[in-house]
């Protein structure tokens, strides 16, 4: 098979690339993902968590990428989830493309509400923050919802196909040359161009491919934490502020920083299906609400020399919570926690907190993660309670392991070109990214660099 540019991934980093290139060019467009057509990834979120059906394969790949099955939260700003003017020539140009993404989710039907907060509410709430030693960063946000988001993402995809960009799911690309990728049946795609963009899923095995092609590569940190669930009521006042509250917190032991991520308003705590390993995450729906607000509490991990591979350190922490809940994510009570035992279901029974995910194994998360990061966990969500009244209470109920793998920084010009000509990289995968956001901006960034080689000019 030939074609003029093949984009590997189907999240919103290889959308958004295909979607640039095929509005601005007549360049023929194959867009690549091990996944799973849209219709087939909807999953419905129960009680119980997630459907029996799901897998690594359908949590975390397919058509719109990981954030498909999320909240749908848009952070509308150019430095959360990574930080665009680092690859842009001007603030003006990064503000630019946060709006051109925003855009584009609006004309493919996600809601019109932006959730922007009072000035004086957010200066109050800053300065509360600021008096406990924590940063407050309020940011302009859409939020399409778990429930909404594949309608959103499948509009996205039918325009795709009908502005010309043919779509092979269900593939794995197994191997990148230069102007050649090998699928996993044994076959070949030559083509011009070549947009990698695997999301967080495809992450070490695009560290592998770059590698071989000798393109320079760091890890990053990454992040390590847990979801952390507490009474809807405890969250409300600083929700009415900003819908997803980001909180910058410095422990006082180690000086490692510790932040608020995916605040999940009445939402749900969910299973995240790795290989070989049980995650979490958080959902929130427009259709149905529960009684509580969850949002993941992560530590940011640096190594250097002479272990840097923080990936891989991040996969031992999965894999021992893995063992420890016997195939299932950790829950343990803050107050269980605080005093060095384990949870029970009993002791989870008389807490006043009902767990959203009872498909996990009470347990002690002091036994899968380094004391380290649970002190940092203990000194941040003591210091939160400062400014959100609440959160630090000894029946909140925190699940294990949260993390995110964004850690694989592969060297790139500013066009997002690699030091092999004609291969371009993009979004979380790349390390480029950490958000639906910012990934989609990266793919754009990637796509106009295309254009540029082929002498058509950015309009």
């Known amino acids: 098979m030939e074609t003029d540019v093949a984009i590997i991934g189907a999240g919103p980093a290889g959308m958004f690339a295909a979607l640039e290139l095929a509005e601005k ?34 949590q975390m790949s397919g058509i719109g990428g990981a954030g498909t099955l999320s909240s749908g939260l848009l952070n509308l700003r150019p430095d959360i989830g990574g930080n665009l003017e680092d690859l842009t020539d001007s603030p003006e140009l990064s503000w630019d493309l946060v709006r051109f993404v925003d ?14 907060a009072d000035d004086e509410q957010v200066k109050d709430l800053a300065r509360k923050a600021a008096a406990s030693g924590i940063r407050f960063v309020p940011i302009p946000q859409r939020h399409m919802g778990t429930d909404n988001t594949p309608r959103v993402i499948e509009n996205f995809k039918d325009d795709l196909i009908k502005k010309g960009v ?6 794995r690309v197994t191997q990148i040359e230069q102007g050649k990728i090998q699928l996993n049946d044994g076959s ?60 910058h917190i410095y422990s006082k032991t180690y000086d490692d ?86 949870s029970t279901w009993d002791r989870i029974r008389r807490s ?53 793998f964004y850690a694989n920084m592969i060297h790139v010009d500013q066009k997002l070109e690699t030091a092999v000509p004609n291969l371009f990289v993009a979004g979380d995968g790349a390390g480029l990214s950490g958000g639906i956001v910012t ?12 254009l540029t080689k082929e002498g058509i000019e950015d309009t």
């Open 439 to 450: 990934a989609a901006a990266t793919g754009i960034i990637a796509a106009r660099g295309i």
């Open 103 to 116: 855009d584009v989710f609006v004309k493919y039907d996600a809601p019109q509400n932006v959730y922007t």
């Open 25 to 58: 060019s007549n360049l023929k467009i194959l867009l690549i993902d091990m996944g799973r057509d849209i219709k087939e990834r909807r999953c419905p979120v129960t009680i119980t968590g997630i459907c029996e059906r799901c897998s690594p394969c359908s």
């Open 188 to 247: 070949d795609i030559y083509c011009n161009y070549i947009l990698a963009a695997p999301g967080r899923i495809g992450a070490a095995w695009l560290a592998e491919q770059v590698r071989k092609l000798n393109i320079s590569i760091k890890h990053g940190p990454i992040d390590i934490g847990v979801r952390v669930e507490v009474p809807a009521i405890v969250m409300d006042p600083v929700i009415e502020v900003n819908y997803d509250p980001k909180f």
């Open 166 to 171: 043919h779509l092979l799911i269900r593939k």
């Open 352 to 404: 006043n907190v009902k767990p959203t995910l009872v498909s996990v194994t009470p347990g002690d998360i002091a036994m899968a993660f380094p004391h380290r990061i649970v002190t940092d966990i203990l000194e941040g969500l003591d210091k939160l309670d400062n400014v959100v009244p609440g959160v630090a209470s000894s029946s909140t109920l925190l699940y294990a392991p949260e993390i995110k």
């Open 257 to 342: 920083f510790v932040r608020t991520f995916c605040t999940n308003a009445r939402g749900f705590v969910v299973q995240e299906v790795y290989d070989s390993t049980i995650g979490v995450n958080g959902h929130a729906m427009h259709s149905k609400k529960s009684d509580n607000t969850n949002f993941a509490f992560l530590v940011r991990v640096n190594l250097t020399e002479p272990i840097e591979d923080t990936t891989a350190y991040g996969q031992s922490i999965a894999a021992i919570s893995t063992t420890l809940g016997g195939g299932k994510p950790l829950l343990q009570r803050l107050g269980d926690l605080k005093q060095w035992r384990r």
